[in-house]
């Protein structure tokens, strides 16, 4: 018969095991997760990157052909139409790149489910719609329901129950027996019943109870180390984010315009005679970094909402 609890005790560590693991699945599902969303946000970058390498070409196409009508007309020097030709060729070199990168990205999100060729042609997603972040604080009071730290947790409980259990180890067991024991040749019969206790001189089960109460501390440690890190990650994560949104921002409602404006004006004075083909030149060149700027920003604030959301494992 054991004493000290030591069933009660057993159960409740295996139930804690047991859920532990359970919440290792959803750990690992959701770092799953949150890798195929950022590959899926790469891969729509990656279609609007190309967009505007075709765009870019097309621009640098039209400028060519204009240089080239005033060349003939004998209006600008031959040196403008070499410019508008240099310009053009490094428009189709980005837009090779661009169609090399999509392709790659493509690849790397089709081998998030074990297709290592893509059978999609695009992905759809809603790549400018953003939103400002909420307070930091609404996402750091979700950490605690975050699946590591709930495995941590359950796996503290276990480690504190084992401790226990072994601390009962140490209390021996009473074995009970009962028998029927009969006498013929004196006519004497009945119940026998044998009661032995152990007598622990020589083993109190310290071993056990020094290791487990030693890997209840060091689970514990784990489970402390683990909040500061998801804390932190957090916190990078959210800044990050913040930063993200301002900058998509501030290049949507200013740079963007203005370099747009930029351009149109540098092409009218160009075709006006009134500026040079360098400031068409500069103009595009100003273009297209801020609208590559643009996709930058905000594939980072969609990347980094990924992985808030891993932290608060609310992907779905």
């Given at each position: ?145 975050q699946a590591e730290v709930v495995q941590s ?7 504190e129950a084992t401790w226990k259990l072994e ?150």
């Amino acid at each position: 018969m054991e004493t000290a609890n030591k069933r009660g005790l057993r159960t409740h560590a295996a139930i804690y095991q047991y859920y532990a693991t359970l919440v290792g699945y959803d750990v690992s599902r959701l770092v799953v997760l949150n890798r195929l969303v950022r590959a899926f946000i790469k891969v729509a970058s990656a279609q609007e990157l190309l967009k505007v390498a075709r765009e870019q070409v097309e621009v640098a196409k039209e400028s060519l052909r204009i240089a080239t009508k005033k060349v003939e007309a004998g209006k600008v020097s031959l040196i403008q139409q070499s410019k508008a030709e240099v310009a053009y060729s490094s428009a189709l070199v980005d837009l090779e790149t661009a169609e090399v990168n999509l392709k790659n990205d493509k690849r790397r999100l089709s081998l998030q489910w074990a297709n290592p060729m893509p059978d999609f042609e695009e992905v759809l997603f809603s790549f400018y719609d953003i939103s400002v972040p909420e307070n930091f604080e609404n996402y750091l009071s979700h950490l605690c329901n975050q699946a590591e730290v709930v495995q941590s947790l359950y796996n503290t409980l276990d480690a504190e129950a084992t401790w226990k259990l072994e601390k009962a180890n140490r209390i021996p067991n009473v074995n009970v027996q009962v028998g029927y024991k009969a006498n013929y040749e004196e006519d004497n019969q009945g119940m026998a019943l044998l009661v032995t206790v152990p007598l622990p001189f020589f083993n109190r089960n310290q071993g056990n109870i020094g290791r487990a109460y030693y890997d209840m501390l060091k689970t514990g440690e784990q489970g402390k180390q683990l909040w500061l890190i998801l804390e932190s990650k957090l916190a990078i994560s959210y800044e990050e984010w913040m930063l993200a949104y301002q900058q998509a921002s501030k290049i949507k409602s200013l740079s963007l315009p203005q370099a747009t404006q930029s351009l149109y004006l540098a092409q009218r004075g160009y075709q006006e005679g009134k500026l040079a083909y360098l400031d068409v030149l500069d103009a595009q060149r100003t273009l297209f970094d801020i609208k590559a700027s643009y996709i930058q920003a905000l594939m980072n604030y969609h990347s980094k909402q990924a992985d808030i959301d891993y932290l608060n494992s609310q992907m779905e």
